[in-house]
């Protein structure tokens, strides 16, 4: 199995000595949310989690991003939830960053280590667990699934990202290349979260402007990312929320890999009505 290096949030509170400026920016069409910002006091709690916080990175907002919402768990030693969602209509993906999750699923129980991804189709029976003793951080990604009438409903799985070759973006050299976790082709599923990679010197050599709306969580590594009319610098830990149409191209800054877990919706028509 590979060696990854995933960032993970650890909290904490900056001295009275630092600088209140810092790189967080929220426009019209995209947010960036830097790790400095991911301290104790903006965390939240869920019901029916023990020992567990949360820092939201996205939400629907109208006029903004409107299709999902992510978060960065954090349990303690201990803690879980055996009623972890709430909505009988949301699906969801986690991604381990850090520590070790008991995840059962449909009554079968899986370790996930970092790497680890879980697809959850909506209505599923799932429940998390930390048994080990450290924290364990992981993302965790929610959608309300749209249902359409002769397609069926995507079956869950768990998977480890480094059990999955990744695949090559066309005449790139393999310098931009997407571990995709379902096939594209399927149509079930109405959102994809991906990993993308860039090694140093690799380019988004366009500004992509469509309708997916995006949001983009470093993993590992720096770039320089072209937002709307903005260039933005970006590391590890760093979060960027990014509406329909937002031009978005990207330049990795080395001297390693470039690598960010990214959401994005798709394979649905357009909704015409807001009802």
Sequence with gaps: MASRNYYAPTGGLPPQTQLLSDRAVFTEAYAVIPKGVLRDIVTSKLPFWDNTRLWVLSRPLSGFAETFSQYIMEVAPGGGS???ELDPGAEGVLFVVEGELSLTLA?????????????LPPGSRWQVRNDADAPVRFHWVRKAYEPVEGIEVPE????NENDIPPTPMPDTDEKWVTTRFV???DLRHDMHVNIVTFQPGGVIPFDETHVMEHGLYVLEGKAVYHLNQDWVEVEAGDYMWLRAFCPQ????????PFRYLLYKDVNRHMKLRLT
């Design 107 to 119: 009554g079968e129980r899986y370790v996930m280590r970092p790497g680890g991804y879980a697809f």
């Design 156 to 159: 869950a799985f768990v998977t």
């Design 249 to 256: 191209a990207c330049y990795a800054g080395g001297p390693g």
């Design 82 to 84: 055996d009623k972890p």
């Design 183 to 185: 096939d594209p082709e």
